[in-house]
Structures are given as C-alpha cells and as structure tokens.
C-alpha cells in the first residue's frame, strides 16, 4: 500500500501541461542538463555545495558504515565524498535519470572508484535492494523532487539496517534578514537566468526554486521522517538557513 502524499513539492510539475508524471517529467529535465549540472551546480552555490556535501558525509562516517546507499545519486557527487572521506566503503547509488548516471560513471571510472561505487537506473520508491541491506542511506538534493514523498523514505527505511542512519541535505528557506531577502531574490531572478543561459534548458531552473520553496522543511519534515518510521530525527540548517542537514535512525 502507497503511503499517502504529504509533500507539496510533489505537485510542483517542471510543466503543467504534460502529460508525464512528475517523476518522468524530472528524469527528462535532469537527462538534458546532465552535461552542464556540475558546472552550475558548483558555479551557482559559488562552490558551497562541495562544504554542504563534505559535513552530511561527515554524519554518515560518524557510524563507521561499511555499506551506503545514496539515493538521488545524480552525477554521483555525494557517492565520489563519501568515498573518498570513508574507508573500506561500498557506495550504491540509485537514479531515475540515465543521463546523469553516465556522466557519473565517467566521473567514477576517471578517479578508480569502480570497484566502490556501482550506479544504477533506480526508482526511490521502489529499490531493488532487499531489506536492511545499507548501513547508512543518504540523498542530497533529491527527496524534493520524489513523486510521492512518504513512499520514497519508506522505502529507504525499508533497505536500512535497524540502527542505521538516514542522512539528507535539501534547500531550505534562511528566515533572517538580509539573508531571506537576498535569498528569495536569488532564487526567484538570477539562478533561473543563469541556469537557463548556461543549460540551455528552459524550465530546470525555474522549476528548482518552486520545488525548495514548497519543499515541507525543518519540523515538518521531521515529523514526516517520524510517521515513515524513523526516530530522532533532526533538523541542522547550514549557511544561514540556505541548506539544512536532516539525521535520523531506524
């Protein structure tokens, strides 16, 4: 049975009039920018996204994990730090986007990480693990753009290991000024302008703001992790507020 949908940024569709599901609709825009998402993702954060990474993995290797799953893997960032900061570690990662599996793959081949990290095509809401499978699962930057949120993190409960942990980063919203202000600017103007020129991808970057700005965050999406059947979940926003680290144990 399908945990009901309580996330908001699932009905936040890249375009309103397809008629792909919103999970078809993000693997085709991700397919399409994988040549250029490290690029912008590195220029666009003004290369803070590689600190963001580096203090997840560091939640990740506090465990000691011999095993991790990384779901959302992408072009394999997080899979690539958590390999190079973990040893003795098998990494797994999973994506629905083909495209960024093989820009991912080349990144894995060129630094001999192949025999650490297998990518393969994977569904967040259905994963071809069997159960408590993985140490440690982590996603950075992906539970925003699952079709059906719930569905997703329980099934990454369900291939975790009892007494493992969960570790997430996303987006969230910084609350202060002038760094809300900045941000809601930034978010809304420039980071679609530049995207778009950069990617050649008309909707990828406006489709980014709306999915953090509907994005369940903070106390709400610790609660949500806690109805998925995760305890201590907590919540550590990062540079402001800009990005926020999500931890919780089966």
């Keep these: 049975m399908q945990a009901p949908d309580t996330n908001p940024a699932a009905r936040i569709v890249p375009d309103t009039a397809s008629n792909l ?20 993702n590195h220029f666009l954060s003004m290369g803070t996204d590689k600190g963001w990474r580096k203090k997840a993995i560091a939640e990740v290797a506090a465990i000691t994990p011999s095993r991790i799953l990384d779901v959302a893997t992408g072009t394999g960032d997080m899979a690539i730090a958590a390999a190079n900061t973990i040893s003795g570690v098998t990494i797994d990662g999973v994506d ?10 080349k990144k894995i081949a060129a630094l001999k990480l ?8 994977g569904d967040s809401e259905s994963m071809p693990f069997k159960s408590a499978t993985f140490d440690a699962v982590m996603c950075a930057y992906g539970v925003r753009n699952f079709e059906h949120l719930e569905a997703g993190l329980t099934e990454m409960n369900r291939v975790l290991r009892p007494g493992g942990k969960l570790v997430i980063l996303e987006f969230s919203h910084p609350s202060k000024f002038p760094m809300k202000q900045f941000f809601a600017f930034y978010f809304k103007y420039i980071l679609p302008t530049i995207g778009k020129l950069v990617s050649k991808h008309s909707r990828a ?36 507020g800009v990005t926020t680290i999500y931890t919780a144990v089966k």
């Design 21 to 40: 599901s919103k999970k078809e609709q993000v693997a085709e825009m991700f397919n399409n920018i994988a040549g250029r998402y490290d690029f912008l």
């Design 96 to 105: 629905i986007a083909t495209q960024m599996l093989e820009v991912g793959r």
């Design 114 to 121: 192949d025999k650490t990290i297998k990518l393969q095509t």
């Design 205 to 240: 970057y406006t489709y980014l703001p709306e999915s953090v700005m509907a994005f369940p965050e903070g106390k709400r999406f610790c609660g949500i992790l806690e109805k998925c059947g995760y305890k201590n979940a907590k919540a550590r926003p990062l540079t402001f």
